[in-house]
């Protein structure tokens, strides 16, 4: 069935460093793909999202761009901060299910 | 506009007692989702609810739970005679169409089965 891997936490980095957190999806159509985040006694937040292969998904200094050839979805950000801190969710919709399926989260913690 | 609103935050049962979870979904959203998310695993969907009728329950156990979403009030999720495996935070969400990945989510409810 479908399903999300992304990689463990948790990640610590210092304030303004580079981030990338991994993500693979597997899938037998073609599925919607976003990244959610949850703040520390949050609940989820859309982060961003791509529809279709190539589409490059954005919002904050996120970015994450759909790659069918690898079926791939990785979080990048190129100056972190410690308001950044939180856990990321990989997400995929659509395919052969109709339903939210979720990587295992990765915790990012900023220091400053 | 009120985000999704879940009470209790913070559930704490005995073995053998029932957990009712409510959610109140956006204002114009018809449809719910319910997610559980077990220590150290990602959100595992439950079940999927437009207004009166179950859409998707394949998340769902077979026994002990059940969930519903009334033409009035929120949507409440069931669960009798708690076990500790039960202990997890449930997650609610909606949407305003069918077909949506992209959902609005709730603070969760932390159950607690002692």
């Known amino acids: 069935g479908d399903s999300v891997t992304q990689m463990e936490g948790p990640v610590t980095l210092s304030e303004e460093a580079f981030l990338t957190i991994n993500c693979t999806y597997t899938?037998?159509?073609?599925?919607?793909l976003f990244w959610y985040v949850q703040y520390p006694g949050e609940g989820l937040q859309l982060l961003l999202k791509?529809?279709?292969?190539?589409d490059k998904g954005s919002n904050k200094g996120f970015e994450a761009t759909y790659r069918k050839e690898t079926t791939s979805f990785h979080l990048e950000k190129g100056s972190v901060q410690v308001s950044d801190s939180a856990v990321y969710f990989c997400?995929?919709?659509?395919?052969?299910?109709?339903?939210?399926?979720f990587g295992t989260g990765t915790l990012l913690a900023v220091q400053p | 506009n009120a985000g999704v609103m879940q009470n209790p935050r913070h559930l704490v049962r005995r073995r053998g007692q029932e957990a009712r979870l409510r959610c109140s979904p956006m204002?114009?959203?018809?449809?719910v989702y319910w997610y559980r998310q077990l220590p150290e695993e990602g959100l595992k969907f439950m079940v999927y609810?437009?207004?009166?009728?179950?859409?998707?329950e394949s998340g769902m156990p077979k026994e002990r739970f059940s969930a519903e979403f009334p033409k009035e009030g929120p949507s409440i999720l069931r669960i009798q005679q708690v076990v500790r495996g039960d202990s997890a935070a449930y997650f609610c969400?909606?949407?305003?169409?069918?077909?949506?990945?992209?959902?609005?989510f709730g603070p969760g409810t932390r159950l607690t089965v002692t």
């Open positions: 969400a909606s949407s305003p169409r069918q077909g949506e990945g992209e959902q609005y």
């Open positions: 899938a037998t159509g073609y599925p919607s």
């Open positions: 791509a529809t279709k292969a190539d």
């Open positions: 997400v995929s919709y659509g395919g052969a299910t109709n339903k939210l399926i």
């Open positions: 204002k114009g959203h018809s449809h």
């Open positions: 609810l437009q207004k009166e009728n179950i859409i998707d």
